[in-house]
């Protein structure tokens, strides 16, 4: 057990709906990093937020967006819902806040299958 | 982030040490090495980092070369829950850079 918490571990819905994915990081860490999973993709990272504010972007689409609570819990947001968008999703939390950020542990990930 | 090249898969029978392989030949004198571990669908578990001198952990040892171009992870008694993709990773661990650039990874069969 990581300590870093997602829900819910699955998800069904249909193409051009709304979703929230929700992850509680690790006691103490103040990162949380979001990567999706999918077959012809393999992990990649989507945007990493830290205590609050973004911190860094990768290949996340104009339709999804993140924010990180002042109780450090995260919640990323898929929107007009494509059937590609279906894959695994997962949050990361690291410590963060020094200069060196070494090991992030992964949460269990939400599975979104978009029919 | 430097690239890493990875076998894609590999077996070993159990109770035997598995070595996996990873080449990094264009690492900065910077970048760390890092190993993570996928079990079937979960998510990715932190095994082990180094920079230049071996490191051994109570998951694994890291032996990383002298010229730094390439390291073997070493599982020294692989079990049947050790089967799972394994990735390489190099990257220099700055919060302001600190995502992880996963390949495919090397997949490991542990057979009985």
């Known amino acids: 057990d990581s300590g870093v918490t997602q829900t819910p571990k699955h998800l069904i819905t249909a193409t051009g709906q709304r979703v929230t994915l929700r992850c509680s990081p690790r006691?103490?860490?103040?990162?949380v990093y979001w990567y999706q999973q999918s077959l012809d993709q393999g992990l990649q990272f989507l945007i990493q937020?830290?205590?609050?504010?973004?911190?860094a972007k990768g290949n996340i689409l104009e339709r999804f967006s993140a924010q990180q609570f002042p109780d450090l819990h995260s919640e990323l947001n898929l929107s007009s819902l494509e059937l590609g968008d279906s894959a695994l999703y997962f949050c990361?939390?690291?410590?963060?806040?020094?200069?060196?950020?070494?090991?992030?542990?992964f949460g269990p990930g939400t599975r979104l299958t978009v029919t | 982030d430097a690239k890493t090249t990875q076998p894609t898969s590999m077996d070993c029978a159990e109770g035997r040490a598995a070595n996996l392989p990873c080449n990094h030949s264009?690492?900065?004198?910077?970048?760390?090495v890092y190993w993570y571990r996928q079990i079937h669908s979960q998510g990715p578990q932190y095994i082990i980092h180094?920079?230049?001198n071996n490191e051994t952990n109570e998951m694994a040892s890291l032996i990383i070369t002298e010229d730094r171009k390439s390291s073997t992870l070493i599982l020294p008694h692989a079990t049947l829950r050790d089967t799972a993709v394994y990735y390489c990773?190099?990257?220099?661990?700055?919060?302001?850079?600190?995502?992880?650039?996963f390949g495919k990874g090397i997949t490991l069969s542990v057979r009985p």
């Open positions: 990361a939390s690291s410590v963060g806040g020094r200069a060196f950020s070494y090991e992030q542990y």
């Open positions: 006691s103490g860490d103040l990162s």
């Open positions: 937020y830290y205590n609050g504010e973004e911190r």
């Open positions: 264009t690492i900065s004198g910077n970048e760390y």
């Open positions: 180094g920079l230049k």
């Open positions: 990773i190099v990257r220099v661990p700055l919060e302001a850079n600190s995502k992880l650039t």
